[in-house]
């Protein structure tokens, strides 16, 4: 067991031995950070501590649990010119996963006598479960052109609108995707999925806004105490879960190659100037944009369905907040030592939380700083938070993504049933309909932890401040 030491509230550092340090830090409540132990999760992150050209130190967010190779919450930055390498664990299978919400001008009163109605066309209107397909047919040149151009892709096909494209990370693209570089298996995995959920911890859930924090900026965001917002979380599916795959053997022998000594073969990397690195890349920001696109798609039909029921106008004020992605390799500049420096940064279930005035950030949320999304496990409230400045200068501008799994789903599959978690949250008047109980009881709220004392953690960590807190109504699950 690696041990470790408090700092600075919610702030821990790891050591190897009493006397020498590696450069890695939990940002966690003791709570939390206690709790990590209990787990190989201590491990990874002193392990990807020592990865070549790591700059500064590997950061964990609260949510932290054992992952492949980086564990889950697991940040790190690594300096082109001086060594660093790109890793797939420090990206996971799931590449691009991430979050969107969607703002109305509804409240729980406007939607509750159609609220069955609304959950039934919602779980038509998007599709859900393992390996589903979705309600688009494309022809693997569109394909090509939907994962190398991503949401402007989706707007000009008549999916959303332009205003949504600024409220994406990114703009909701990544440049330089080269599709040549994905299999033919991947490309078939990813045709038909398209606007898909997918099954796991992925969902659309319809909530409210339980409580304001930060008035001034909830403002600025649109939203308001009681409002009904729109969560939709899912990635890049089949299509980055093979771009993984096939890229894992060709890292493993550029690890050989480049004689690059892993802790941990699940740490398998290439250094950035390579052209196996170069590849890994190109074939990544293909399923970032396709990520991109698979909730863009999905909130349409989201909108759609609202019009459906509730009323053909009410999709016009429906808006885009934000997309945030997390699992993903990006390069971006940062201050490292007084210094600009341009590096690749790894973020494997943490959130990016740029502060104001960094130019990714635009239109309105250049002055303000980026919304971040975090959602709770299912029946628990999630939050939408503020990057800080904190983030920037000690973590890459990151933060936690979520609750973050405290129990394995084989392990919930035995604790808990379906059937009773949909019954129970019922009583609480909060609806759940998913393709298989089976798929509930994975998910089940106590196998995640307190999503409350993880934000509070990268608020006392200054990494993220709390702007509104939200409650679910209804849930739609793979």
């Known amino acids: 067991?690696?041990?470790f030491k408090q700092i600075a509230p919610a702030i821990w550092e790891i050591e190897k031995t009493g006397d020498m340090r590696v450069p890695a830090r939990i940002y966690a409540s003791e709570k939390i950070a206690l709790s990590m132990t209990s787990d190989r999760t201590m491990g990874q992150l002193a392990n990807v501590a020592t990865l070549p050209g790591i700059v500064s130190?590997?950061?964990?967010?609260p949510d932290g649990h054992e992952g492949y190779g980086f564990p889950i919450g697991g940040v790190a930055a690594f300096d082109p010119e001086n060594g660093g390498v790109v890793s797939p664990g420090g990206v996971g299978y799931d590449i691009n996963c991430g979050i969107r919400l969607l703002t109305t001008n509804l409240t729980e009163?406007?939607?509750a006598p159609k609220k069955r109605e609304l959950v039934d066309k919602l779980f038509a209107n998007v599709p859900s479960g393992v390996g589903s397909k979705g309600k688009l047919r494309l022809s693997e040149s569109e394909l090509e052109e939907a994962v190398t151009q991503g949401v402007p892709w989706a707007v000009e096909k008549g999916y959303g609108r332009r205003e949504d494209i600024?409220?994406?990370?990114?703009?909701?693209?990544?440049?330089?995707a080269q599709f040549a570089n994905i299999s033919p298996l991947a490309r078939k995995r990813g045709l038909p999925q398209f606007g898909t959920v997918g099954a796991g911890n992925h969902f659309v859930e319809v909530q409210k806004v339980e409580k304001v924090l930060d008035a001034k900026t909830a403002k600025a965001f649109g939203l308001w105490p009681g409002q009904v917002v729109v969560m939709i979380h899912s990635g890049s599916r089949g299509f980055g879960h093979q771009i993984c795959t096939d890229h894992l053997q060709m890292m493993i022998q550029a690890a050989g190659k480049y004689n690059i000594k892993l802790p941990d073969r699940e740490l398998c990397c290439a250094p950035l100037c390579s052209p196996e690195a170069d590849h890994y890349l190109g074939a990544m920001r293909c399923a970032v944009n396709f990520a991109f696109n698979n909730r863009h798609i999905m909130m349409h039909w989201v909108r759609q369905t609202f019009d459906a029921v509730l009323g053909r106008s009410v999709s016009d004020d429906m808006h885009l907040l934000y997309d945030v992605c997390h699992n993903i390799a990006k390069f971006e500049e940062h201050d490292v030592d007084g210094q600009r420096k341009r590096l690749c940064v790894h973020r494997k279930g943490a959130t990016r939380a740029f502060a104001a005035g960094r130019p990714e950030l635009s239109g309105k949320y250049h002055n303000i700083g980026q919304p971040v999304i975090i959602p709770g496990s299912m029946g628990t409230a999630s939050y939408v938070l503020l990057g800080l400045p904190g983030s920037m200068k000690n973590t890459f501008g990151s933060t936690c993504h979520g609750a973050g799994r405290q129990m394995s789903r084989s392990r919930a599959m035995h604790t808990w049933k379906g059937e009773d978690i949909q019954k129970s949250l019922g009583s609480r008047n909060i609806m759940v309909k998913a393709t298989e109980s089976e798929l509930i009881a994975e998910e089940a709220p106590?196998?995640?932890?307190?999503?409350?004392?993880v934000v509070r953690s990268v608020e006392m960590a200054g990494l993220s401040s709390i702007v509104a807190r939200t409650v679910p109504l209804a849930v739609v699950k793979g």
């Open 1 to 3: 067991m690696v041990p």
């Open 57 to 61: 130190q590997a950061a964990l967010m």
């Open 109 to 111: 009163a406007d939607i």
């Open 166 to 176: 600024e409220a994406c990370e990114e703009r909701g693209c990544i440049p330089e």
């Open 446 to 453: 106590g196998a995640y932890k307190d999503v409350d004392e």
